[in-house]
């Protein structure tokens, strides 16, 4: 499995940006989805973007056209671009990349994935 590396947390004002960048252990050129969730105490880890390894890209409807995902399979990172930051959007962001699964679909679960150790951005005045 590959490992990964998050950074570029931290506490910015309402309205702030934060870039964010993962560092994936192996070549992430053959994998194929790398997301970013985020997870909120008492609340299950949600996606907030995913990119596939051609490029196409996916968002949660609470940071679209405020977020932005992009990855460099050449230097095996994936990033986070983050802006016009709200309260709501504080919680820990964690890289996320799949693995070759292959039992039935419908057990599918992002945690047959990799996961990184999270970085938590706070969004306060």
């Known amino acids: 499995q590959v490992q990964l590396v998050e950074s570029g947390g931290g506490l910015v004002q309402p309205g702030g940006s934060l870039s964010l960048s993962c560092v994936a252990s192996?070549?992430?050129?053959?994998?194929?989805?790398m997301a970013w969730y985020r997870q909120t105490p008492g609340k299950k880890r949600e996606s907030v973007a995913t990119?596939?390894?051609?490029?196409?890209?996916k968002y949660a409807d609470s940071v679209k056209g405020r977020f932005t995902v992009s990855r460099d399979n050449a230097k095996n990172m994936l990033y986070l671009q983050m802006n016009s930051l709200k309260v709501e959007d504080t919680a820990v962001y964690y890289c996320?990349?799949?693995?070759?699964?292959?039992?039935?679909?419908?057990?599918?679960?992002?945690?047959?994935?990799?996961w990184g150790q999270g970085t938590q951005v706070t969004v306060s005045s």
């Open positions: 996320w990349a799949e693995e070759p699964y292959d039992g039935p679909a419908w057990a599918w679960d992002p945690d047959f994935g990799s």
């Open positions: 192996g070549n992430i050129s053959s994998i194929n989805e």
């Open positions: 990119i596939t390894s051609d490029g196409i890209t």
